[in-house]
């Protein structure tokens, strides 16, 4: 059988077998079936997963030129409402807008969002970071102008949500959503998630370059979490006994764990920050060593915890050995 025939049966498939397959693609893939025929053309807007990510829309070499990138955007938010203009009865189960300098388009934003709500989505990303931030100072206050509506906190059919670069953001009016298991933060200022993260249904947690953290405490039962770049005070206590999955990059703290798994199956850690800033400071080194021997022996209570795998950034090695 050749290939053109192996083609004819694909499209052959009846409708609802098409859209169970491209609702396995991601966006951009499942966008990118519409060439096939005219038939796909119809098809594709029938997936239950999208994303709107305006770096699908051109090359990063776009950046390079103001007008280029200025049109490439008009570009993308004309995809964007023609798209959602297209939509009407069928169920979307996951939904995502990512786009840097969301000033120009909040009514846009605002009225995905609502889409999104209305929709009674699963899974729901609002990610409005910019790719030139290196690290959270690079993040002014000027740059977070998206407010999260009171509709989202009130989603009760979300299972998963995603937030970047938003302001005002109250992670503890999430407490009473019962679905919800898993969160990702970044790229703003992160207070109060006690409430949130105390609830038993919370399996996974992520924390990506926030700052503002009034907690030096990360409890809850979640199976997995991970923590990169955040502005910590100076210790951070982790009572986490049902977690298997532990991931922290970013500065040094007095770290100290409570309640922890007896074996955990992953643990990753990664100071590779620190090697950037004393290189050539043996009395840093010398301390830090100290600190790290400390973080892992904690860790292992001393030999009555281990990890399945455990891994290490060069710099721990170089400080510890």
Known sequence: MDSSDQADRISNLPDVLLVLIISCLSFKECVQTCALSKRWRSVYL?????????????????????????????????????WVARIHDQPIDTFGISISYPKTYLDLIESLIAF???KKVKNLVLDFSNQ?????????????????????????????????????????????????????????????????????????????????????????????VAIKN???FLNCTFDLPRVDILKYSGDILRFEFDKMNTIISEVEFDFRVLDKKNDESNDSNTAEGGMLCHLLNNLLDNGGRSATTLTVCPFLLKVCL
Not at 50 to 72: M, Y
Not at 132 to 140: A, Q
Not at 160 to 167: F, I, Y
């Open 116 to 118: 999104a709500v209305g």
């Open 132 to 224: 030139t931030w290196r690290n959270f100072h690079d993040v002014k206050n000027q740059d977070l102008v998206v407010k999260i509506p009171q509709s989202v906190y009130d989603l009760t059919s979300l299972e998963s949500l995603k937030v970047g670069a938003c302001m005002d953001f109250d992670p503890a009016k999430l407490s009473n959503l019962g679905k919800l298991k898993s969160v990702s933060f970044a790229w703003m200022a992160l207070k109060n998630p006690e409430p949130l993260l105390k609830t038993s249904r919370i399996e996974s947690l992520s924390m990506n370059d926030c700052w503002g953290l009034d907690f030096e405490m990360v409890s809850g039962d979640m199976r997995e």
């Open 46 to 82: 029938e997936t239950r997963n999208v994303s709107f990510k305006e770096t699908d829309f051109w090359s990063p070499s776009v950046d390079v030129n103001p007008i280029r990138n200025a049109l490439g955007r008009i570009v993308f938010v004309d995809y964007v409402r023609r």
């Open 230 to 232: 955040c502005d910590f």
